[in-house]
């Protein structure tokens, strides 16, 4: 079985036959919401909201912890996490789906680890390559097979959030080697990583990050984000 995080464009999953929903709990609290399992296709799929069903959990305040044990826990064998980002990298055009293979993380303040506190023990997990190798050449054959042109590897920047960047934070983002720019890929890779589970990144780009492009300011396209959702689909239809 496949996890399947969708982010604040993929709330729901129409194509998702589903069979049951569970509320798991955790050791660390409650999970965005219940999870939904279901198939796509051949493929048995349990799919969780990272922002909630009501896409209200703001990228500082997700309980990643609580997301990926309670994946974990229903035996999932590998994730495929989904979610926004700005271009930065001048073919990161808003409408690119990228399959980032590496990561910077600029995010503070979240519960990043399952190991801490007086009864774990202090444990360093490699995490040279954040994003499991096997699944992303899965999801860029999928892409392909689904007649989807998908960017392989990219740097993605994970930011605090709520807000956008600035364009100097982007300048600096750039020199630091990051192509594209989101909110939620960290802690969530790195969680994964701790408890061994397979775990890739689909970006979908919906904007040029602050200062690309030639709008003054950041603008969603939302137009763009519509056609994503499909793209996604025939991408996970294909699975
Ligand atoms: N910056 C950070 N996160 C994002 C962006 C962005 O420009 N677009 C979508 N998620």
Known sequence: ??????????????ILEVTHRQVVRTPYG????????????MQNVVFIARHGY???????????????????????????????VGGIRPDMVP????????????SWGRKHTFFEGPDKPVVHVDFTWPFDGELRARLLQTS??????????????????????????????????????GMTGMPEAALARELALPYANLSLVVNWAAGKG???IVRFDEARIGLHVREVEKILLTL
Not at 30 to 41: E, K
Request: aromatic share 4%; net charge neutral; proline share 5%.
């Open 95 to 106: 409408g690119s789906l990228v399959i980032p293979d590496n990561i910077v993380d600029y």
């Open 214 to 216: 030639c709008s003054e």
């Open 144 to 181: 392909r097979k689904a007649g989807l042109s998908v960017i392989d590897g990219a740097v993605y920047a994970c930011t605090q959030g709520p807000r956008l960047e600035s364009a100097a934070e982007i300048r600096r983002i750039e020199r630091d080697g990051a192509d594209i720019v």
């Open 1 to 14: 079985m496949l996890a399947i995080i969708g982010g604040s464009s993929l709330v729901k999953l129409p």
């Open 30 to 41: 409650d999970p965005s919401c219940a999870l939904t399992f279901g198939r796509i296709g």
């Open 54 to 84: 009501g896409n209200s959990i703001a990228p500082h305040e997700i309980n990643y912890r609580a997301n990926i044990w309670a994946l974990h826990s229903v035996g999932v064998k590998g994730v495929i996490a989904i979610g926004s």
